[in-house]
């Protein structure tokens, strides 16, 4: 089946500057994307979706990004703060089906 | 906490020990699921349930079993397991026909020695 990947398995920031993660899914007719965060001990914790008829979406510090052409997703956090180190999941989802999740990638913000 | 709670936070158990984990959710959604979670693997999907009833089993081992007697309440029983089953297990809910993801609980680290 066609399933959601991640380009890097962990980044590191300076505490302030802006993080982007990246997604890559390869399911064109996916029509609904997601973006968890994960913290250690904890399950996966919502922070923003995306509908496919849309290309950008914000929210409080975060900005979800849908670039249909290339099948790219991304996830912006602006001012980067030490809570903010986890795990960042995406995952998609065609219609009612369940949502398939990416690998996930490690934030790691340096104080 | 998120709204979905599962218990017990930790097992450890046995090759040929049977046990089950629990997973119940108050927020009035009508769908659940278990989730694998291991090491350097995306999230898997194991069992789906919608109005207490199984729609989706993802081809997985026997040894798991789910059970939704409510809209409430989720759980896996386990036998005889093997050490490779050892992960992250996590339950999740949702409004099935909402287009707004799930919830998720904090998850059973399970140890099969």
């Known amino acids: 089946g066609e399933s959601v990947g991640l380009h890097l398995p962990t980044l590191s920031v300076q505490e302030g500057d802006n993080s982007i993660i990246n997604c890559a899914y390869s399911?064109?007719?996916?029509?609904?994307f997601i973006w968890y965060k994960q913290e250690s001990g904890k399950g996966p914790q919502f922070i923003i979706d995306?509908?496919?008829?849309?290309d950008k979406r914000q929210g409080q510090r975060v900005t979800v990004l849908l670039n249909k052409t290339v099948k790219h997703l991304s996830l912006q956090i602006a001012a980067t703060q030490p809570g903010d180190s986890a795990v960042y999941f995406c995952?998609?989802?065609?219609?009612?089906?369940?949502?398939?999740f990416g690998k996930g990638t490690r934030l790691s913000v340096i104080a | 906490e998120t709204g979905v709670t599962q218990t017990p936070r930790h097992l450890v158990m046995g090759m040929t020990n049977k046990k089950s984990l629990k997973c119940e959710q108050h927020?009035?959604?009508?769908?659940m699921y278990w989730y694998k979670q291991s090491a350097k693997k995306p999230l898997e999907l194991m069992f789906v349930?919608?109005?207490?009833?199984?729609?989706e089993n993802n081809s997985v081992p026997s040894r798991f079993s789910p059970e939704c007697p409510n809209s409430s309440h989720l759980f896996l029983h386990l036998h005889t397991l093997q050490p490779e089953d050892s992960a992250l297990y996590l339950c999740?809910?949702?409004?099935?026909?909402?287009?707004?993801?799930?919830?998720f609980g904090s998850g059973t680290r399970l140890t099969v020695v």
């Open positions: 999740a809910s949702s409004h099935q026909r909402s287009l707004v993801g799930y919830t």
């Open positions: 927020l009035g959604h009508n769908a």
């Open positions: 349930y919608s109005l207490e009833e199984r729609v």
């Open positions: 399911n064109s007719a996916s029509d609904y």
């Open positions: 995952a998609e989802s065609e219609g009612n089906t369940p949502l398939v």
């Open positions: 995306i509908r496919s008829n849309m």
